[in-house]
């Protein structure tokens, strides 16, 4: 028996059993679930939580979507409180008014979990509807009037009462979006997923009984947040600084919004306090301070012994606070518009966080991840004549290098933090009148370095269907750039174009343009940031990205100053001593 008396083989199985679970609930979303964001790319988030609104477990998601939502049970179940019966489902995806979500394509249906008549969990299942209403498909208009030209705002309602379902209720919000047959399937597909989480977990307490789970559970939460602390403690005291910016916030055009925190480590503790950031703005980048907050414990646990990965519950956020003050870009009053948040700001927040704390621990210091690519094209399917819309992460970069290794290539934003993934090329080809021309990873877009970014990508696709919108909704990265580390360079810029017959436009972020039937659209999204100096990378990995079309001939000697030979691209390994030796004692002048 452990000190505390719980059987140890006990609390491991109660510990990894919430965890499958969790893991078990998105697999029913993925089978599920028709939108493509959903099914194929993993947009949703999962998590359990107890009647206090204790983290229990959250081991797959994305962080503004889930990290802050014990601010939302709490607040749910003292707004029910004496009215919570089994059978419940509470469905909210208002970022105020007691929902404090991330924005309002992300619906989460809550569910309490009852044993022996008490409430012991709320689990969620949050996930990106193909639309939620408001002004255009999609729900990224980057100049509404209010949060309510972006769609519907549901704050949290009883969905289900002691398992009857409100068709009236859900009537009414489906008749006012555009898909309401699709919603449909993928709001029951999320209800699914609670549906087994309470199945699973009722099992686990009839196995076990309630107070051996609950001391399981507070053994838990103690483990983790004895072995955060000591993380903590590795870091050395002081202040440091970080920040990033988006390119503007889609009202006022080209005015970067920047992001900025003062990360104080003392003892056992960290303060993340964003006070210095910019006010909240007229456009739709703003973010409430519940998916703030989700983002910044995210960002710090980056720095952490990757061991705990699995372990994160309440005890990982015990000695994190978060300063956001009301009125600021990073905890916005309502009626802001918050649409692009989650990736503007919520990527900023992020990476602010990381470059701050890359200064306090080299060893462990990550650059930025490559920037946000989106757009949400909508139109007709001349296959079908029905209207469709296309929302997607499959042209983001890469990850950002960390010390020690190379970025992660082909993943999404950091924001998503490898939750989300991409889909395929048939996949999109049957959805939408797209025909895919090119998907590849490009040369020389990843942020050099000891240990480089992960590549960028070059994505081009040409529209078939009717004439339609384009919104670049959460795009970043033409005017601002991640940043990278111990000096590694920056992500390099992103760029969108349209190619219309010879004519090439430039389309830059948060911006509404029109495409034509035949005009190509073209993606350049920048991979991650470099850890490092360039020219202390080994010149054999230098040699194998030439090779492999990541990094061109002339980068290797500009950049890396590796020499190679330009038939073999075998490398000349005194040219590159000499070559590194000039470059040295030019640094040294």
């Known amino acids: 028996m452990a000190a505390t008396g719980v059987n140890p083989i006990t609390l491991s199985t109660v510990w990894h059993t919430m965890q499958t ?3 078990e609930m998105r697999h029913v979303m993925d089978r599920t679930a028709q939108n493509y964001l959903m099914g194929q790319l993993h947009d949703i988030s999962v998590g359990i939580w107890d009647a206090q609104g204790r983290t229990l477990a959250v081991p797959v998601g994305l962080p503004s979507q889930f990290l802050g939502s014990s601010f939302a049970v709490r607040d749910m179940v003292g707004k029910f409180k004496g009215n919570l019966n089994p059978g419940d489902i509470i469905l909210t995806n208002d970022p105020y008014h007691g929902g404090h979500n991330c924005h309002l394509p992300d619906w989460g249906f809550f569910r309490p979990i009852f044993y022996d008549g008490e409430l012991m969990f709320v689990t969620l299942a949050r996930a990106h509807q ?14 509404g009037y209010d949060i309510h030209a972006e769609g519907l705002c549901i704050p949290p309602l009883k969905v289900y009462d002691r398992g009857v379902e409100k068709t009236e209720l859900f009537e009414l919000i489906w008749n006012n979006v555009r898909w309401p047959q699709g919603v449909r399937v993928d709001n029951y597909s999320m209800i699914a997923s609670t549906a087994w989480c309470e199945k699973r977990l009722v099992a686990m307490l009839k196995k076990y009984g309630k107070e051996t789970v609950r001391a399981c559970l507070d053994e838990m939460i103690r483990r983790t947040e004895q072995a955060v602390r000591k993380e903590i403690r590795a870091i050395p005291n002081g202040t440091y600084y970080g920040e990033a910016a988006t390119d503007d916030d889609g009202t006022t055009l080209d005015e970067p919004v920047w992001v900025r925190v003062q990360v104080t480590v003392k003892g056992d503790r960290i303060k993340l306090d964003f006070s210095k950031s910019d006010k909240q703005r007229k456009g739709f980048i703003n973010s409430v301070y519940a998916a703030t907050y989700g983002n910044a414990v995210a960002g710090a646990v980056l720095v952490f012994d990757p061991a705990l990965a699995e372990y994160h519950n ?11 003050p009301l009125g600021l870009v990073v905890n916005c009053e309502y009626p802001a518009t918050v649409g692009a948040s989650p990736v503007n700001v919520g990527t900023q927040v992020m990476e602010a966080v990381v470059m701050a704390l890359s200064q306090a621990l080299p ?10 690519r989106g757009d949400y094209v909508f139109g007709i399917d001349p296959r079908s004549g029905e209207r469709y819309v296309r929302t997607s992460f499959d042209y983001d970069g890469s990850a950002g290098a960390v010390s020690g290794f190379d970025g992660y290539q082909g993943i999404s934003s950091i924001a998503a933090l490898g939750a989300v993934t991409r889909g395929n090329i048939e996949e999109m080809e049957i959805r939408i009148p797209f025909f895919m021309h090119k998907l590849e990873f490009a040369t020389d877009l990843q942020g050099a370095g000891r240990w480089r970014g992960g590549p ?20 970043d990265g033409d005017t601002t750039f991640g940043p990278g580390a111990l000096g590694g360079e920056p992500c390099p810029p992103c760029r969108t174009y349209i190619q219309r017959g010879e004519q090439r436009m430039r389309v830059k972020p948060h911006r509404l343009v029109q495409l034509k039937n035949s005009d190509v659209v073209i993606k350049v999204s920048s991979g991650g940031g470099g850890v490092g100096n360039p020219k202390e990378r080994d010149p054999e990995l230098v040699a194998k ?15 890396y100053k590796v020499a190679l030979d330009p038939k073999t691209l075998a490398v000349d390994a005194q040219a590159t001593k000499r070559l590194r030796s000039r470059s040295a004692r030019g640094a040294k002048r």
């Open 21 to 23: 679970v969790c893991r």
């Open 130 to 143: 193909e639309d939620t209403g408001g002004s255009y498909p999609g729900g990224y208009f980057p100049n």
């Open 314 to 324: 309440e005890g990982t956020l015990r000695p994190m606070e978060v300063i956001a």
């Open 363 to 372: 060893e462990r210091a990550a650059a930025a991840w490559g920037k946000h």
């Open 456 to 475: 960028g990508v070059y994505w081009e696709a040409q529209n078939q269907g009717s004439d339609s919108g384009m919104a670049t909704g959460s795009s």
């Open 545 to 559: 990205d030439v090779r492999n079309e990541l990094v061109s001939l002339q980068a290797a000697r500009r950049t």
